[in-house]
């Protein structure tokens, strides 16, 4: 119980410094991806079938890579810029990777779309005051996670890691 209490407040620190550094400084400190993902891993693991987490883990970082693939094609040969530098952030897709690691796949599927609809909207709304052209997409991600996370630990709703 100690550990899940102590695991619980990394996660969400973690996670919070994630959305403060993305959206104030656009960089984040590199060992808050791994921590991120050992930690979100471990709930993952705990809290769904053993046999299942690799199985689930392999799809998706596998769909992390083919959006990632079709997103370096379109800005290669498309928009005709650098992938890392202009399209994406090197942060955003260790977040996701991260992200892969931390769900079923049913539930990451559903967590990955509702996260860019989020991020979409939150930066839609702030960038009317502030002209910025690119999304923290990792910061504001990572603020979609927590309030998953808390309304999950909270018992609104009963379990992350099966649907049904």
Known sequence: MIVTLVFRILLITGL??????????????????PLFT??????????????????????????????????????????????LKEAIGLGDILFFLG??????????????????IFSLGL???VSRRKKNETVPLAGYASLFLIFIYLCSWSGLYKNLYFIG
């Open 123 to 125: 930066h839609a709304f």
């Open 99 to 116: 992200l892969a690691v931390s769900f079923p796949s049913e539930t990451f599927l559903i967590i990955l779309v509702f996260s860019m």
């Open 16 to 33: 919070s410094i994630i959305f403060y550094q993305d959206v104030k400084e656009r960089a984040v400190w590199w060992f808050l991806f």
């Open 38 to 83: 050992l930690i979100a891993g471990y709930f993952h693991f705990t809290g769904s079938l053993s046999w299942l987490f690799l199985p689930n883990i392999v799809f998706n970082v596998a769909a992390v890579a083919g959006i990632c693939l079709m997103a370096f094609l379109y800005a290669h040969y498309k928009m005709r810029v650098n992938f």
